[in-house]
Nanobody, 117 residues
Framework: QVQLVESGGGLVQPGGSLRLSCAAS????????MGWYRQVPGKQRELVAT???????NHADSVKGRFTISRDNAKNTVYLQMNSLKPEDTAVYYC???????????WGKGTLVTVSS
């Protein structure tokens, strides 16, 4: 059974920080590129960041310099460190796993991040 379980969401003040975690099970973690996406009402789900098994990371322009994706292959876990949070970062954040060989994808259920004073 494939499972991606996000945690770490919550309410934070503008300018604050939060770290999201995604624990993966049921997959050979080293064969997957991992990613974080987010979605708000009225908008398409958008890419936040991705990271390959070897640690090559890519971040969307909207979060570059503020968010950092990382992974711990020994723990089968991917992280998203979010700093200098803005109200427009408010969204449900989803963890994604993609097997590069055939592009099959798995999704977590999401965790809500609310940035508000």
């Amino acid at each position: 059974q494939v499972q991606l379980v996000e945690s770490g969401g919550g309410l934070v003040q503008p300018g604050g920080s939060l770290r999201l975690s995604c624990a993966a099970s049921g997959i050979t973690f080293s064969l997957y590129t991992m990613g974080w996406y987010r979605q708000v009402p009225g908008k398409q789900r958008e890419l936040v960041a991705t990271i390959t098994s070897g640690g090559s990371a890519n971040h969307a322009d909207s979060v570059k310099g503020r968010f950092t994706i990382s992974r711990d292959n020994a723990k089968n876990t991917v992280y998203l460190q979010m700093n200098s949070l803005k109200p427009e970062d408010t969204a449900v954040y989803y963890c994604n796993a993609q097997k590069v060989t055939n592009s099959i994808r798995y999704w977590g259920k999401g965790t809500l991040v609310t940035v508000s004073s």
